[in-house]
């Protein structure tokens, strides 16, 4: 059965693609691993997770995974990869290093300007071992995708945070005096819970700073939701990273691309930092049929590009469907929105709420916890019962404070 | 800058390994490492028979395929991601139900690779070195040497195999000892008692020292004389045993394997384990694996597995012993014979000829060559081209 992208568009999930979407789009992913990094951390402890009502099936905008899944070609790409399934990545056709090469010359670079990961997890872990140790420590903001931090934690590298500024975006003037002697700045741009991005022209400004007063330091710039950004707020450094020494972007299939189940991401760069990378990658670490459906994937840039554009409507949508509660968003560059819900309640509250609505939104993000609500952007079908179950969750507590 | 493979192999493999181990370790990973940047080193075109990497020829079969295929169609409902990953480890719990193995027994990686990479990661240090066979599998030399603990080499016996009271004299203070068996690249197996023994030497020798039984080629093992190891490793904190689905299941390109061991243990490993801490497992993998082991429920398809690939190695043993050419007690799904000649040159030679086959092993690779064992029919092939290559080398030799 053949799904027209007018039925993507329109949010409807038949036949193949539903089936594809929920095992390849792996929703809930990212929230998985949010759990297994707090369980490490709290000695096995699991984080308690909302009940949904019994038989309701949940809408699961906890994770930021795109809920569509990847596209026909990815699928096909795959299904046409069974008769391969015994050979290792570097005896398949396509090969890993086909993914590589494809990566490369989209981005006007060289095969040695990039390495796959297992996941943009892979990369990030990798950057963390390469650049860091307990003499040169990691700075980022703070809140940011914590992925660098919890391997911090394991490798006991120390780590600087600088604050979000009053937008809640990543403040580069205040992280620019904590880069200086670190082994690795992390920026997630746009960034991961807040949704907001800072400009390709400020950030470019800052990677050249931060090469004047302190060379030695590496810069990963984590671009996995850029795909979700407009132009006018945001800019891919990749172009300076190819040139300039210890930068490097991270990307991931696992946003856009609908692939997150797939765990493949990359790093693109500099040659001597790729290289560096390269030297800690796992050997035959990504999946044969991962790499068939990105490559797909890649050769089908439209498909992106709709399902971006499907992103942003519903995004607009359920923006204003908050903001009509009188609940404002930051300035959301992703697939997920950011939202201050603080004069009514906390997130963890928000979350149980709508929880018994059977909608699954966000985990905390402190210390930003009692104020903001981060919530994925599902399909259209999916935002339009989210946001009547916000509509009873928000006026119901607005409405009780207010007698 | 371009890398050539020269270059690359420099400054990451043998240079690195060159200045530990006094040599031969480390070299490994040479496939993946040299594909990262030579990307047509190992492309297997149409109609050349690849038998240079040990995989299944066969494939995960029918039944696992059809189950991908209707999670990708539509028909079945996938779980929810991390739910995945338990019905995985249950069915490998499942699967060692007679040694009482428990979900939390059981560590899900990224192939094998990843629980070698733990494995190296967490009990070696700078002063507690890694010791394993030289030739064995590369990965946790590589590992070790990459990160800067010492590698500590042993020779094979005479017949290729793990020298065991060598093995123990170097293992005592070691950190972690790497047991390959059947070992790759030699095809040979040390019987089920001689390595329980060695364990409970070791045990005594060295009880700080963690040994990790790599069992990826088990399946293949038609020497009467062979048991798992598992038992032993869910009793003893110092015992791991590393699996694979690369292998007899027959899908090295979905990366999946686990680790069996000591509930402690499994606990050290998770630390370094992207599966634990960053959900790294791929739903492929997942999927294929766990619908794999329900189809072996009964252990038919990988008795099915074991017999076929019997009858392949037999029939290449055979030609190459009646033409002189002595193979070790071949108990994998590859082979490691004498051929007499330099594996580079028996290797261009046969890939001239459509042949992929037989990369170096130091420090055997002047006589030695390992020969994967493909289907019948391709092996049938394969041994003309032998015959062309290595009957040439036998004629000229003589003349």
Not at chain 2, 140 to 148: F, M, R, S, V, W
Request: proline share 5%; hydrophobic share 40%.
């Amino acid at each position: 059965m053949s799904v027209s992208r007018r039925g993507f568009l329109q949010g409807q999930i038949v036949g193949r693609s539903r089936s594809a979407a929920e095992f390849m789009a792996a929703r809930g992913h990212e929230e998985h691993v949010a759990e297994a990094m707090q369980q490490g951390r709290q000695g096995g402890r699991a984080m308690s997770r909302p009940q949904t009502p019994p038989g309701v099936e949940a809408i699961r905008i906890s994770s930021n995974e795109n809920p569509l899944g990847p596209g026909k070609a990815a699928i096909d790409a795959i299904l046409g990869k069974f008769p391969e399934a015994n050979r290792y990545p570097f005896n398949s056709s396509p090969l890993d290093a086909d993914l590589e090469i494809l990566i490369a010359k989209l981005n006007n670079g060289k095969r040695e300007n990039v390495t796959l990961g297992v996941g943009s997890q892979e990369i990030l872990r990798n950057a963390m071992r390469v650049f860091t140790s307990s003499a040169r420590h990691l700075a980022e903001a703070w809140p940011t995708f914590e992925n660098c931090s919890g391997v911090a934690r394991q490798l006991g590298v120390p780590v600087k945070n600088a604050a979000l500024d009053a937008n809640q975006k990543t403040d580069l003037n205040a992280l620019l005096p904590l880069a200086k002697g670190a082994g690795l700045v992390y920026i997630c741009n746009p960034n991961n819970p807040t949704a907001t991005s800072v400009t390709g022209q400020a950030l470019t400004d800052f990677i050249n700073e931060v090469r004047k007063t302190s060379p030695t330091t590496a810069i990963l710039v984590d671009e996995a939701y850029s795909d979700y950004a407009s132009p006018s707020a945001f800019g891919s450094v990749i172009p300076l990273a190819l040139t300039t020494p210890n930068v490097i972007v991270a990307k991931t299939f696992s946003k856009a691309y609908g692939m997150a189940g797939v765990r493949i991401g990359y790093a693109i760069g500099h040659v001597d930092a790729i290289r560096k990378m390269a030297r800690y990658r796992m050997p035959y670490n990504v999946n044969t049929f991962g790499v068939a459906a990105a490559i797909a994937s890649l050769k089908d840039p439209q498909h992106i590009k709709d399902e971006a554009a499907r992103n942003t409507a519903v995004r607009d949508f359920t923006v204003k469907a908050l903001a009509d509660l009188g609940h404002k968003s930051t300035d959301s560059q992703t697939n997920f929105i950011f939202t201050d819900i603080g004069k009514t309640m906390t997130a963890a509250a928000f979350r149980d709420a709508c929880a018994k609505h059977g909608v699954l939104v966000g985990r905390d993000f402190p210390p930003l916890e009692k104020q903001w609500a981060r919530i994925s952007i599902g399909t259209m079908e999916e935002m339009q019962k989210a946001t009547d179950a916000f509509r009873q969750v928000l006026r119901s507590t607005t409405t009780s404070a207010g007698q | 800058m371009t890398l050539s493979r020269r270059t690359f192999v420099r400054t990451v493999g043998v240079g690195a390994s060159a200045a530990l181990a006094g040599n031969i370790w480390g070299r490994g990973r040479e496939n993946s490492l040299w594909s990262a940047f030579e990307p047509d080193l190992h492309a297997v075109e149409r109609g050349v028979i690849c038998i240079a990497s040990n995989e299944n020829p066969v494939g995960p079969g029918k039944v696992v395929l059809d189950h991908l295929r209707a999670l990708l169609e539509g028909g079945a409902k996938p779980g929810r991601y991390s739910g995945q990953a338990g019905d995985l480890q249950d069915a490998v719990a499942a699967k060692f139900a007679r040694y009482n193995v428990k979900r939390e027994n059981v560590l899900l990686s990224e192939g094998s690779t990843e629980i070698l990479r733990a494995a190296t990661q967490v009990f070696t240090s700078k002063t507690r070195p890694l010791v394993g066979t030289i030739p064995t599998y590369e990965e946790c030399a590589g590992y070790a040497e990459l990160i800067g603990h010492p590698v500590k080499g042993v020779k094979l016996n005479s017949e290729f195999k793990i020298d065991l009271d060598p093995m123990l004299a170097a293992a005592k203070g070691a950190g972690l000892v790497f047991y390959c068996n059947p070992n790759n690249p030699t095809a040979t197996y040390v019987g089920a008692k001689a390595t329980r023994d060695f364990l409970q030497k070791l045990n005594a020798s060295s009880p700080e020292t963690t040994i990790l039984v790599d069992e990826a080629y088990f399946d293949y093992v038609t020497d009467a004389d062979h048991e798992t190891h598992v038992p032993v490793a869910i009793e003893n904190p110092h015992v791991i045993v590393a699996r694979t689905f690369s292998k007899a299941y027959g899908m090295a390109g979905l990366r999946q394997g686990y680790a069996i061991a000591h509930v402690d243990t499994i606990k050290k490993l998770r630390e370094w384990t992207a599966s634990s801490g960053t959900g790294s497992l791929n739903v492929f993998g997942m999927a294929a694996a766990t619908a794999a082991l329900q189809q072996d429920a009964d252990g038919k398809f990988t008795a099915n597995e074991r017999a076929r690939n019997k009858a392949v190695r037999e029939f290449s043993m055979k030609w190459f012993a009646d033409r002189g050419m002595k193979p070790t007690d071949c108990q994998a799904n590859f082979m490691f014979v004498n051929i007499g000649t330099p594996a580079k040159e028996f290797r261009d030679a046969c890939r001239a000829k459509a042949v992929l086959v037989a990369r170096d092993f130091p420090p055997f690779e002047k006589t030695m060559a390992r020969i994967t064992l493909g289907t019948m029919e391709e092996m049938q092939k394969a041994v003309q081209v032998f015959g062309e290559v290595l009957g040439k080398k036998t004629t000229s030799a003589a003349a």
